[in-house]
Each structure stands twice: as C-alpha cells, then as structure tokens.
C-alpha cells in the first residue's frame, strides 16, 4: 500500500507527547515559580492531545524537573520550585526536598561501596551475575535513548542488585535505604561541568559493565579499582582541588 505524504508526516504519540511537553514548558517559562497552571484536563485540552499522551507528557515535565503535581481542592500542575542540587561525579541530582540529607546519603553510599564489592567477589553467584548483566542492559537502553533520568535509575537497581548479594543483612538493608532516600527525592540530572551529560554517561556505562566483568572474573584488584573511580565524592573533592 503506498503511503501518502499527510500519512508520512503524521507524528507519532511519542512526538505528539514531546510536543505536548514543549507547549506546557513554554507555559512554566511565563509564569513565576510555583505558580498554578491549571487542572490537568485543562492542560490536556490546551494541548489537544489525548489522556494517554497528556500523561506521557507529564511525566516528561516531571522527570525535567519542570512541574509538580498536588492532589485535592485547588490542585492542578504548577511550575516548579527552585530545586535544590547534589553534585553526583560530573553530574547533578536536581531534588525535590532535603538536600543535606541526600548529599548525606551519597558520601555514606560512597564510602560503602567497596565493602558491597568485596562481598560480591565472594559471594556472588552466577545468576546474580546474569541479574547484575540485565541490569547494564537497562542501563545501555537509557544511554541510548539518551535519558539521564532513567540511566540513573537503572544504575541505582544495579547497585541494589549488588548489595543483595552481601550475606550481611545490616550492611545490605542500610545501602538499599540510603538508595532508596537518594531515588525518592531525584527529578532529573544535569550536566555538572563541561563535559556534555550524553558522554559522562556513556562513561559511567562502560565503568560499571567493566565492574560487572570483574565480578564475573573474581578480579579484586580491578573491582576495587573500579569502585574507587566510581567514587562520585571523590570526584568531586578531585575537582575542587583542581580548580583551588
């Protein structure tokens, strides 16, 4: 069947939802922060597009740190706040609330890491390791669909994946909590220094798929190589000290 120009250009809902999100962005852009931008339907109908597609275009907004979502009487969407940051390595976690505390969590997270490690080296079974490899897929779809958003995401399931594996149920439990703080209050990622957020990234992958590898090996001196480098407190101590 031959397909007419006006069938070819017609967007797609993932479009339409992008377009969507553009048009309600503009608005947040008008307005002062935290101002009320209307109910939700009142939105989907400025945008002429369907409930399915307003609400994939929320989540857009949402995820960009744009606008927030408050239930009840005189609720609606608003444009954000001012969102508090946390240097994560070359990258910052724009949050909702608790700044400190997630700043907390990150150092405590940080310093972790290697005793996870060190019980993954151990302890690590061939099926955890196939889990762990799932999870650097997740992780390569999100880089290659260039969505910081759910490329952290996914980073955090792996390294939750990995502290399950630790027979230490205490050191286990606090590391899936300090994660599940840091998750809760993340809206989106931005670009920290002058390296384009698409190619920290892609780093960040490659690093962690090498780590898995060197699970897989039962290489300590390199999954503890690769842990100190991922160390995103020490990257960012490195870098003050660069530019002091």
């Known amino acids: 069947m031959r397909v ?28 002062p922060p935290g101002s009320r931008l209307g109910t939700k339907e ?26 927030t979502v408050k239930p009840g009487p005189g609720g609606g ?31 405590i997270r940080d310093a972790l890491d290697p005793l996870l490690i060190e019980d993954a080296l151990w302890h690590a079974s061939p099926a955890d390791i196939a889990g762990l490899r799932r999870h650097i897929a997740a992780m390569e779809e999100a880089k290659d ?9 996914a980073n955090w399931r792996l390294h939750a994946a990995i502290a399950a594996t630790s027979p230490n149920a205490l050191l286990s439990s606090l590391y899936t909590h300090l994660l599940d703080l840091i998750e ?5 990622v931005l670009p920290a220094s002058d390296q ?8 960040r992958h490659e690093l962690h798929r090498d780590l898995v ?14 842990i100190h480098e991922h160390n995103t407190t020490l990257q960012a101590a490195d870098a003050r000290a660069a530019h002091g």
């Open 213 to 226: 590898d060197a699970l897989d090996r039962r290489d300590r001196d390199e999954a503890l190589r690769l």
């Open 184 to 188: 809760r209050h993340t809206l989106t």
């Open 77 to 107: 969407l608003f444009s954000a706040e001012q969102s508090p940051m946390v240097r994560l390595g070359n990258s910052v976690l724009a949050l909702d609330t608790q700044a400190n505390d997630v700043a907390d969590a990150v150092r």
């Open 42 to 67: 009142e939105l989907r109908t400025l945008c002429g597009v369907s409930v399915g597609t307003f609400n994939e275009a929320l989540r857009l907004l949402q995820s960009r740190g744009l606008v």
């Open 4 to 31: 007419t120009p006006d069938r070819a250009a017609r967007p797609t809902p993932s479009g339409r939802a992008e377009r969507a999100a553009e048009k309600v962005a503009e608005l947040v852009e008008s307005v």
């Open 145 to 153: 669909a260039a969505d910081p958003v759910a490329f952290v995401h």
């Open 196 to 203: 384009p957020l698409g190619e920290y990234i892609a780093h």
